[in-house]
């Protein structure tokens, strides 16, 4: 099974959860284009990055999930995403992206709000449970950042209602 990025539940609501996400590294691209076009080709690069073994290195563990993140409107053309290394990664240790498109950044523990959804994670679909998520959130007297996290979990083919997402929003 593919490793999941580590968090804690720190309280369950009826809509959606609160959790502790431990620190960690991630490899990120820049993308300026639509959701589902900066998805498909960041996801080029990251994964020539992760996979790129040579005779000076081995390739790097997929994990999940691959996230999308803004900080404006779901149908914003300014999108980061980002595979997260494996568990205990350290950002010294990890071999220099070849590509300078890709970035390592090292993450710190955050407490997020989590919603799971099933389907294909569209910016349809995506934006609907954004909203839900802000609004429960809201009615629950959390304080969210503006930035917007789309966690998809599955290889694209698998079957789209087979799909398991997150929606994570740090709280502010």
């Not at 994964?47 to 997929?62: A, D, E, L, P, T």
């Not at 409107?73 to 980061?80: G, L």
């Not at 498109?101 to 294909?120: I, T």
């Amino acid at each position: 099974m593919t490793e999941r990025q580590k968090f804690q539940v720190i309280q369950k609501y009826e809509d959606f959860e609160l959790r502790r996400y431990e620190a960690c590294v991630i490899a990120e691209v820049e993308m300026n284009s639509d959701f589902g076009s900066a998805t498909n080709g960041a996801f080029r690069y990251l994964f020539n990055y992760i996979s790129k073994g040579n005779q000076k290195r081995q390739g790097i563990s997929m994990t999940a999930p691959v996230i999308a993140t803004t900080t404006e409107t779901m149908d914003s053309d300014n999108w980061r995403v980002s595979f997260v290394m494996p568990h205990g990664s350290k950002l010294e240790h990890l071999p220099l992206p070849e590509d300078a498109r890709v970035k390592l950044v090292a993450m710190p523990p955050q407490e997020c709000v989590a919603l799971p959804f099933k389907g294909k994670a569209n910016m349809k679909l995506a934006e609907q449970k954004e909203r839900e998520l802000r609004d429960s959130a809201m009615a629950a007297g959390l304080m969210l950042s503006s930035e917007t996290r789309v966690s998809r979990f599955d290889p694209p083919f698998k079957p789209g209602f087979l799909m398991y997402n997150e929606i994570v929003i740090p709280l502010q």
